[in-house]
């Protein structure tokens, strides 16, 4: 692997995770919800997994071929954020925050697991992400193969992310100890999720205006 491509990769993954978003929003919930943060991180980074493979196998490139895959994945997605925030919304108010949660409580929750992978798979921008940046770091002189390579370069992005949003999500469990600050947390992450799915069924409506 050419260690330059490795070092500038390593800092566009580290840029692309302090954006805000999907992924942001629901480790933050999950970091209220009385389970390990890791189940909520495991999710994700499962999710982009699955990406990483759809990627280096060529199956991304064939799915953004398809006329209208991408929406469907993103319709998809913006439904499913918007069940999830409004089941956030939905939970008790009386919930104990995650900070005043004892330990032996914070459980490994295979819920939340499934819901991080459908999280990070069904973002479409996730996928478009990947099946543009991966390709850019493969170098053909290396003597690695390209999907070889591409499945090391999503493995070091999984590791970054896992590695970011572990540290962001014990810190919205401290930062969350008090019942108030706990609840103010559950509510904004919840309207956060809704409004992010609201806004991906938008964006793709106008896409569908421009086409049709």
């Known amino acids: 692997m050419d260690i ?4 500038l990769f390593v800092g566009f993954a580290a840029i ?5 978003g999907p992924d942001w929003v629901f480790v933050l919930s999950s ?12 999710g994700l980074m499962t999710g982009y997994a699955i990406i990483t493979i759809a990627v280096a196998v060529g199956l ?27 089941a956030i919304l939905r939970a008790r108010s009386s919930a104990a925050p995650a900070g005043a949660i004892a ?4 459980r490994p929750d295979a819920h939340t697991l499934i819901r991080g992978i459908g999280v990070s798979a069904l973002n479409p921008k996730a996928l478009l992400f990947f099946l543009a940046i ?7 002189e290396s003597p690695l193969p390209a999907t070889l390579q591409l499945g090391i370069y999503g493995a070091i992005y999984i590791v970054i992310g896992s590695a970011f949003y572990l540290l962001l999500g014990t810190l919205a ?3 969350s100890r008090t ?16 409004l992010i799915g609201i806004a991906m069924l938008v964006e793709q409506a106008i896409t569908i205006a421009h086409i049709v």
């Open 179 to 194: 019942n108030r600050a706990g609840a103010l947390l559950n509510r904004v992450s919840g309207a956060l999720m809704i």
């Open 60 to 86: 991304g490139a064939l799915i953004a071929t398809v006329p209208f895959a991408l929406t469907a994945i993103a319709v998809l997605g913006a439904g499913y954020l918007i069940y999830l925030g409004a």
């Open 173 to 175: 469990r401290r930062l």
């Open 4 to 7: 330059a491509a490795l070092a």
């Open 103 to 106: 330990p032996a409580d914070l």
């Open 31 to 42: 970091s209220t919800s009385g389970t390990r943060v890791g189940s909520a991180v495991g």
């Open 16 to 20: 692309a995770l302090v954006v805000p």
């Open 134 to 140: 991966l390709p850019l770091f493969v170098r053909a």
